[in-house]
């Protein structure tokens, strides 16, 4: 009797210990940032769509082939800070005992907290960290579905640049680029003056700054003294609403102001800074948004959570953190695992073509060795009326038509 119930025991701590048994809960780890810094706000973004997909995957029966383990989102804030993204990892890993990470949005912190992951051998989902070495380092558990390299994010500008001034006839023949000097707006300087000087443009100005500056009448001014066709910025949204304001206030003209991404998209950047003064201007997106993306049934209730959880309009960010933690949901489902390293080999193996995902997001789901998927696409929109508007790639445009040149400051309303 006795040998029987210790063979039932070593049975059933063996089962239990299995990384393939069924979990009742399964935690996934995320690191952003939250607070202490001008990204905060699109940090914010990413949680509430993250949220509102593990809200979805367990209303849904969570991860089936784990006997309906259902997820816990673990998420703690770096305050965009290298070092504390480090430590969290470390945390996340040793005393959460998480199996997977997503995060961490600034370049920054992704870039050196990843090193962490790759140590413990923890599958790491990027989100909208764009730094070209994050996924350049030969680190098998890196994955970015949804984002890509900076060359990746500045291309749209160069083809859009080109395309609309061969249609218009009023090309652009001058750049003035001003960006922030942290790894994000430094890579993307990097990636995109090459391609400037590829289409033919003349670099008036180069111009870093120091993210997160309180006066940038000095920038100002020298964009003004540049007096280019383009005036291209790459800013978090408190530098972005500022450069913004001051370029209405100073009247620069320009055939075109163009914003990379991050605080252009930000959802406080067109109420903090104006609807007039951010009226015209253009900026890329990670995102094709409502009209290109929400087509069915499925996509318009994770848009309707998502506003209702946050009461404003979905924007690239909360789809992105949606998306990834959905990515994330399905490696653990075709690992029929929560143990890393089958999760990392899920990820390693994805191939997502078509379905709702796919129409959400607006591209496929798939990894190269890299650990990048090579089918990440941005647009670019103008704002008008206190509304993004995607004009381009024109397969995303739906009626929508681009203004340029932008109108003076004297003619404007």
Not at 108 to 118: L, Q
Not at 123 to 137: C, Q
Request: aromatic share 8%.
């Amino acid at each position: 009797m006795r040998r029987s119930i210790l063979i039932l025991s070593v049975v059933i701590l063996c089962f239990l210990n299995n990384p393939g048994y069924a979990a009742t809960e399964i935690k996934i780890g995320q690191l952003l940032p939250l607070s202490g810094h001008p990204s905060a706000p699109i940090g914010k973004e990413i949680f509430d769509g993250t949220q509102v997909a593990i809200k979805h995957i367990n209303e849904e029966g969570g991860i089936k082939s784990l006997g309906g383990a259902t997820l816990k989102l673990v998420t703690l804030d770096t305050h965009g800070e290298a070092q504390n993204g480090m430590t969290l990892t470390e945390r996340l890993i040793n005393v959460e005992k998480v199996p997977l990470i997503m995060g961490a949005y600034n370049s920054a912190v992704t870039f050196p907290s990843t090193v962490v992951a790759e140590k413990y051998k923890i599958p790491w989902i990027v989100d909208l960290s764009a730094f070209s070495k994050i996924i350049e380092r030969g680190f098998k558990y890196v994955f970015r579905p949804v984002q890509c390299s900076s060359p990746g994010m500045t291309r749209p500008v160069i083809d859009f640049t080109k395309w609309i001034g061969e249609k218009t006839g009023k090309p652009a023949k001058t750049i003035a680029n001003v960006y922030e000097n942290t790894a994000w707006g430094q890579d993307l300087a990097k990636a995109f003056l090459p391609q400037v000087s590829e289409a033919g443009l003349k670099l008036v100005l180069d111009e870093p700054y120091p993210a997160g500056s309180t006066n940038l009448m000095p920038i100002a001014l020298k964009i003004k003294g540049a007096n280019a066709d383009i005036v291209s910025l790459a800013s978090y949204v408190s530098d972005a609403i500022l450069l913004t304001q001051l370029i209405a206030k100073l009247k620069i003209d320009s055939i075109a102001v163009i914003g990379h991404t991050a605080g252009f998209i930000d959802p406080s950047y067109i109420p903090s800074t104006g609807v007039s003064e951010t009226n015209y201007v253009y900026a890329t997106d990670s995102w094709g948004g409502y009209d290109a993306c929400i087509r069915t049934p499925w996509g318009k209730k994770v848009w309707n959570d998502i506003k209702q959880l946050t009461g404003k309009e979905p924007r690239s960010a909360s789809v992105s953190g949606y998306v990834v933690a959905r990515i994330a949901a399905e490696a653990m489902e075709r690992a029929k695992s929560a143990d890393p390293e089958a999760i990392r080999n899920a990820l390693s193996k994805l191939n997502i073509q078509k379905g709702e995902l796919v129409t959400l997001m607006g591209f496929p789901f798939e990894f190269d060795e890299k650990g990048q998927n090579p089918h990440v696409l941005y647009s670019m929109e103008q704002i008008y009326g206190g509304k993004y508007h995607v004009v381009w790639p024109l397969h995303l445009v739906t009626d929508f038509k681009p203004i340029w040149p932008i109108p003076k400051w004297a003619e404007r309303k």
